[in-house]
């Protein structure tokens, strides 16, 4: 289970991470942009990542199991963004949620805010949906986001998660 559901919520972010977009830039499905990045698209560099789960429930499980799978530590990763992929902002993003079988339902980032909700085919029968909210800069971003997974077709049968996802430009690659 664990690992099915860290993917899903690494795309989720990973497809709202910053460089979003630019002032007044909301939309409903991302598309590739011509031209260069927005104003607040990502500096080219290092990044560390940190991904922490907050709260999950699995139908079934004793809620500390199901917290216990996951840790209170979380996990942090780095990274290297490369200039070129800096420059495209959303349209590296909107790349990597479409190759997820993702689709948004809504996308709205201005002024270092973002919003969004995504929704994915994880499996056959199995949806995603999350729900994501955070700030966002051209040297890192904080997103929460809050994922349910149905399998069922009845609400409250599936899997919840939510989580934090926290990106930090340390320096040069």
Excluded: W
């Excluded at 929460?144 to 926290?166: H, N």
């Amino acid at each position: 289970m664990r690992r099915r559901a860290i993917p899903v919520v690494l795309l989720a972010a990973l497809a709202l991470l910053p460089g979003c977009g630019g002032q007044d830039s909301e939309r409903k499905a991302p598309a590739a942009e011509a031209g260069p990045g927005p104003s607040d698209a990502p500096l080219p560099g290092r990044y560390r990542t940190r991904v922490r789960v907050t709260a999950v429930a699995i139908p079934g499980m004793d809620p500390r199991q199901a917290a216990a799978m996951f840790g209170t530590q979380g996990h942090a990763s780095e990274s290297c963004l490369a200039a070129d992929d800096a420059a495209r902002g959303l349209q590296r993003f909107a790349a990597l949620a479409e190759r997820g079988r993702c689709r948004y339902e809504s996308f709205a980032a201005s002024n270092g805010k973002v919003e969004g909700v995504m929704v994915c085919a994880v499996a056959k029968g199995v949806t995603a949906r999350s729900k994501v909210t955070g700030t966002y800069s051209s040297t890192g971003s904080v997103l929460k986001i809050s994922e349910e997974t149905d399998a069922s077709g009845r609400p409250g049968d599936g899997m919840r998660m939510d989580s934090e996802i926290a990106s930090e430009r340390i320096g040069d690659c």
